[in-house]
């Protein structure tokens, strides 16, 4: 399983574009990357998944080198509404991690 | 279009009892997994059921159970409970084409408290 690393926390303001990026260093030829969003005392929402290059969502864009040992998730002008943990995930789901605590401040 | 369901939503037991979790899969998915959320700290994989049958299962020991029935809900028992199982306990659907892929699509969680 591809054990992902991600920043523990990250801090921004309202209208601002964030991004958070997440290495995989040994992810599987297979294996697709997969973004959450979790609120407080909530299950985890999708975000947007991606196997290389550039997907974009209405919600964010995921950016994935041509080595796909990293993946970047770019969420464009953040409201305080979206302060919450992120999680990425690399193949199943199997693995979750810490995720990211991103805090929006206004 | 019907979302995942858990029921029920707060839950509070005594050391050494028995508990049920259950969860009803969103409309056209096959596959359910479990997940036990402390506090603070990311979703840990329990087990995952595929068309009835246990597909994967994460380092929890065998008093955590699982059932998936032919409409694709799903139980969750725990038995013998301990203080340290106290937490948010998820469950999550999705449609499994290709292993890995597929969207995981989350009910709000059981909370479960043990005294």
């Known amino acids: 399983l591809a054990k992902t690393t991600q920043p523990i926390s990250m801090d921004s303001y309202e209208g601002q574009e964030v991004n958070i990026t997440c290495s995989h260093n040994?992810?599987?030829?297979?294996?697709?990357i997969t973004w959450y969003q979790q609120f407080p005392s909530q299950g985890p929402r999708f975000i947007i998944q991606?196997?290389?290059t550039k997907v974009t969502n209405e919600v964010a864009s995921l950016f994935i080198p041509a080595d796909r040992k990293s993946s970047t998730l770019s969420l464009p002008r953040v409201s305080l509404s979206d302060t919450a943990v992120y999680y990425c995930?690399?193949?199943?789901?199997?693995?979750f991690g810490a995720g990211t605590r991103l805090t929006v401040k206004p | 279009e019907t979302g995942v369901t858990q029921s029920p939503t707060h839950l509070i037991k005594t050391r050494g009892q028995q508990v049920t979790l259950r969860c009803s899969s969103q409309?056209?998915?096959?596959?359910v997994s479990w997940y036990q959320q402390a506090l603070g700290q990311g979703p840990q994989f329990i087990f995952q059921?595929?068309?009835?049958?246990?597909?994967g299962r994460g380092n929890f020991p065998p008093r955590f159970s699982g059932l998936q029935f032919p409409n694709y809900s799903s139980e969750l028992n725990v038995n013998a409970l301990e203080l340290d199982d106290s937490a948010l306990y998820l469950c999550?659907?999705?449609?499994?084409?290709?292993?890995?892929?597929?969207?995981?699509?989350f009910g709000p969680g059981t909370r479960l408290t043990v005294l």
């Open positions: 999550a659907s999705s449609f499994q084409v290709l292993a890995g892929t597929d969207t995981q699509y």
């Open positions: 040994n992810i599987a030829t297979n294996d697709y």
């Open positions: 991606g196997y290389k």
């Open positions: 995930l690399v193949g199943g789901p199997v693995r």
């Open positions: 409309s056209g998915h096959n596959t």
């Open positions: 059921y595929y068309r009835e049958e246990e597909n």
